[in-house]
């Protein structure tokens, strides 16, 4: 048998027999070891074979080959597949790493996906999960990797104590959520801006520069903050504008805040206050009314407490007051068109401009209906023509008139309705001196308690109630003073004297319940209460005079809320030419 064993060459390399040359067992035994052949001496290529490995080779060799890799390392990998499992990435070490898919990105990635995003060959970056080498695995995640490399950026940011620009994905409960290096970041509310921010909805998915306020990995806390900023550039601008404060400069500012008593206007690192009633000189409901937040305006500094660091500001400053040149402007007599801005019970207020307003009051909005509230005839924003009654500057205060815009009914009444016209009408009031009659629309005369019947009346309640429908003549009418006089007792045939209630102050609608009963008051600028004086010229007797006293005095009890005295209404004389009796 042929011994094959081969004998090292010098090199550490081995000698091949020559082809076909044969050798005994014998021949090979009694073989010295050849003199290594010198250095001049080639192998041809054709007698060159590798050298034979040794266990030093292996080990050396899987030392080179394979790496290790141990649980937390950041490890650069090639991808070689992509499958169901995930990414097959070849690291260095023995066996090949897997990413599984929703180790890839934020969300789980689908197959189809993962292949349209990666290739095998692309280089990736992973974070060693777990190493378990004797069932072949080994666990990678590129979003681990990716984490761990935002967490070492961003420490290096509070480090440097340095700002940065986040997208804010979303808004949760408390705040605002965004992402910094990948890493889910929290924005408290409180740290969104110097001020409360009661909606959080504007500043989802817009950019905001903000800085860490708090970072644990541990915890995997990470708390951001917009407010630092703002804070940071309030300070510096702070330190500019606070040496221009003074009383009587101009800013422009913007406004940041409004509330129910006024504006907060920004004028750079600093807040001011523009009270409601410095806004405008219009009138208003709410200062939202006339700025909203973000507007820049012109304020002019009132004045500067320092201690309390409080600036008051003023808008309407810097804006022409409208009473001046006013008078100029408007005068006693001319018609105006306004707007109605506002209603209170004794009357209108109609803004003729911006900033003046007139007011009209019920007694001035009516010739003929009695108006007992502005909204019975008007209502906030109709537009109105008005006649000027009334200008006082120093009291910044014009009254209107309504009514003057129409002729005045009781202008015509005493040529329509001369004394002795008989008329007919509806009783539209009582009280205990006589009733109100309907002349007209509108138009109401007094029939005294005295001219009612041919008999004495002591009670008109006795006689007549509201609604019913009566005849009378006119006896007189004041169109000055608005007061019609009646008579019932003439318009049934009834004679004696006739008195003009109107010239002594009876027949105004506003008397009717002025004697003690306590309705209505009576209007403003016109004879009040039933005073009157019963001198009255009858034009029938040639002017003498005729006066009953008893009817003085029941009259003037019933003013007083006396009418009921029987006794006093028993009392009556005659101070006429002849004697007349009682009860006429």
């Known amino acids: 048998m042929e011994d094959q064993t081969q004998t090292p060459a010098a090199e550490g390399g081995t000698i091949q027999p020559t082809p076909g040359t044969e050798q005994s067992s014998a021949e090979q035994a009694n073989t010295v070891p050849a003199t290594p052949a010198p250095e001049s001496v080639q192998v041809s290529a054709e007698e060159r074979e590798y050298p034979a490995m040794t266990m030093e080779d292996v080990l050396a060799s899987e030392s080179t080959e394979h790496q290790m890799v141990s649980r937390g390392d950041i490890v650069d990998g090639t991808i070689v597949f992509i499958g169901q499992e995930g990414l097959a990435v070849?690291?260095?070490?023995?066996?090949?790493?897997?990413?599984?898919?929703?180790?890839?990105?934020?969300?789980?990635?689908?197959?189809?996906?993962?292949?349209?995003?990666?290739?095998?060959?692309?280089?990736?970056?992973?974070?060693?999960?777990?190493?378990?080498?004797?069932?072949?695995?080994?666990?990678?995640?590129?979003?681990?990797?990716?984490?761990?490399?935002?967490?070492?950026?961003?420490?290096?940011?509070?480090e440097n104590d340095e700002a940065f620009e986040v997208e804010v994905l979303e808004k949760v409960r408390g705040g605002l959520v965004a992402q910094v290096e990948g890493i889910r970041a929290f924005l408290p509310a409180s740290q969104v801006d110097t001020r409360r921010v009661n909606d959080l909805d504007p500043y989802v998915g817009k950019p905001l520069m903000v800085k860490l306020i708090e970072l644990n990995r541990k915890r995997n806390r990470v708390i951001i903050s917009h407010r630092a900023i703002m804070e940071a550039q309030k300070a510096q601008a702070r330190e500019q504008t606070v040496g221009k404060l003074v009383p009587g400069a101009q800013f422009e500012g913007e406004v940041v805040e409004i509330t129910d008593f006024g504006v907060f206007v920004n004028l750079g690192g600093i807040d001011g206050l523009v009270h409601r009633s410095e806004l405008t000189y219009g009138r208003f409901n709410h200062p939202r009314d006339v700025v909203k937040v973000g507007d820049k305006v012109q304020v002019q500094v009132i004045d500067v407490d320092e201690a309390r660091e409080r600036i008051n500001l003023s808008m309407k400053a810097l804006t022409q007051d409208p009473w001046e040149g006013a008078v100029d402007r408007y005068s006693i007599g001319q018609r105006v068109k306004g707007k109605v801005t506002n209603l209170t019970n004794f009357g209108a207020f109609v803004e003729l401009e911006p900033g003046l307003e007139g007011l009209v009051h019920v007694s001035e909005m009516s010739w003929t209906k009695r108006v007992r509230h502005p909204n019975e005839v008007l209502k906030e924003g109709d537009e109105v023509?008005?006649?000027?009654?009334?200008?006082?500057?120093?009291?910044?205060?014009?009254?209107?008139?309504?009514?003057?815009?129409?002729?005045?009914?009781?202008?015509?009444?005493?040529?329509?309705?001369?004394?002795?016209?008989?008329?007919?009408?509806?009783?539209?009031?009582?009280?205990?001196?006589?009733?109100?009659?309907?002349?007209?629309?509108?138009?109401?005369?007094?029939?005294?308690?005295?001219?009612?019947?041919?008999?004495?009346?002591?009670?008109?309640?006795?006689?007549?109630?509201?609604?019913?429908?009566?005849?009378?003549?006119?006896?007189?009418?004041?169109?000055?003073?608005?007061?019609?006089?009646?008579?019932?007792?003439?318009?049934?045939?009834?004679?004696?004297?006739v008195r003009d209630y109107v010239s002594q102050g009876g027949g105004s609608r506003s008397d009717r319940y002025s004697g003690g009963q306590g309705g209505r008051s009576s209007r403003s600028g016109r004879g009040g209460g039933a005073d009157y004086n019963y001198n009255a010229k009858d034009a029938q007797q040639g002017g003498k005079i005729s006066t009953k006293l008893g009817d003085v005095y029941a009259d003037l009890f019933a003013q007083f809320g006396l009418g009921g005295d029987k006794k006093d209404e028993s009392t009556s004389t005659s101070t006429t030419e002849g004697t007349e009796k009682q009860g006429e």
């Open 385 to 497: 023509e008005a006649v000027i009654l009334r200008i006082d500057p120093k009291e910044r205060r014009i009254s209107l008139g309504i009514r003057q815009t129409t002729d005045d009914p009781w202008s015509a009444l005493p040529d329509r309705y001369p004394p002795g016209t008989p008329v007919k009408g509806k009783i539209t009031g009582m009280t205990d001196f006589g009733v109100f009659m309907e002349i007209e629309e509108g138009i109401e005369g007094l029939i005294h308690i005295s001219e009612l019947d041919t008999q004495r009346v002591n009670n008109p309640a006795d006689l007549f109630k509201k609604g019913d429908e009566i005849e009378a003549v006119i006896l007189n009418i004041d169109p000055v003073e608005q007061r019609a006089s009646l008579s019932r007792r003439r318009a049934l045939g009834g004679g004696g004297p």
């Open 90 to 158: 070849d690291v260095g070490a023995k066996v090949e790493g897997t990413i599984p898919l929703n180790q890839i990105g934020d969300e789980p990635l689908t197959l189809e996906q993962a292949q349209g995003m990666y290739k095998p060959g692309d280089k990736i970056e992973a974070y060693v999960v777990r190493v378990d080498l004797a069932n072949n695995q080994i666990v990678l995640s590129k979003k681990r990797a990716d984490q761990d490399k935002g967490w070492r950026v961003l420490e290096k940011m509070q």
